[in-house]
Antibody, heavy 121, light 110 residues
Framework: QVRLVQSGADVRKPGASVRISCKAS????????ITWVRQAPGQGLEWMGW????????KYAQKLQGRVTMSTDRSTNTAYLELRRLRSDDTALYFC??????????????WGQGTLVTVSS | QSVLTQPPSASGTPGQRVTISCSGS????????VYWYQQLPATAPKVLIY???ERPSGVPDRFSGSKSGSSASLAISGLRSEDEADYYC???????????FGGGTKLTVL
């Protein structure tokens, strides 16, 4: 079955960077893009962008442009999210997700378990 | 402030029918498909409805979606205690060139 397993929780200081991994299994990794969504404590869902595993093409949310990089390693079926110049409002649960053959390219169906990133001095 | 507007809360008693609305504009709901996600506490979201009114395999037919113009709705009939969760609508926005989510609706089963 499709599984997306994310790296563990992390604590970072303001101004630092964080890198989260998302290891995929149960399907052909190059067949679907990986999308990243985050959720601040007690808040709603926020789309961050996606990376095409097949082409490496990325699409980022406008508000994160310049601070975010999404990448993949096809040799290990792993996707990565890097967020730089962290601020306190980047504290959130970060999810990786994958689409479905019947969905629009931007929509997701399968989700990772989430990675809590806390930004605190 | 989300581009897609949902009521922050909704409630109903077991067996009732509840509807959650999602209001957008011509640049998002008006031109693109709507998806609905259910998020139980401390879990990842789950798709309930895709492409306005389609249900993924395994989702009960108590859940239904509709869309009219720049608004969409999720209906839950035969309400059950396990339906108590947060519900989010989502779609693509042509102006923002990105995915947008509604602010979420917390459903309470009384």
């Amino acid at each position: 079955q499709v599984r997306l397993v994310q790296s563990g929780a992390d604590v970072r200081k303001p101004g630092a960077s964080v890198r989260i991994s998302c290891k995929a299994s149960g399907y052909t990794f190059v067949s679907y893009s990986i999308t990243w969504v985050r959720q601040a404590p007690g808040q709603g869902l926020e789309w961050m962008g996606w990376v095409s595993v097949n082409t490496g093409e990325t699409k980022y949310a406008q508000k994160l442009q310049g601070r975010v990089t999404m990448s993949t390693d096809r040799s290990t079926n792993t996707a990565y999210l890097e967020l730089r110049r962290l601020r306190s409002d980047d504290t959130a649960l970060y999810f990786c997700a994958r689409g479905h053959a019947s969905y629009d390219i931007w929509a997701v169906h399968y989700w990772g378990q989430g990675t809590l990133v806390t930004v605190s001095s | 402030q989300s581009v897609l507007t949902q009521p922050p809360s909704a409630s109903g008693t077991p067996g009732q029918r509840v509807t959650i609305s999602c209001s957008g504009s011509t640049s998002n709901i008006g031109k693109n498909y709507v998806y609905w996600y259910q998020q139980l506490p401390a879990t990842a979201p789950k798709v309930l409805i895709y492409r306005n009114n389609e249900r993924p395999s395994g989702v009960p037919d108590r859940f239904s979606g509709s869309k009219s113009g720049s608004s969409a709705s999720l209906a839950i009939s035969g309400l059950r205690s396990e339906d108590e969760a947060d519900y989010y609508c989502a779609t693509w926005d042509d102006s923002l060139s990105g995915v947008i989510f509604g602010g979420g609706t917390k459903l309470t089963v009384l």
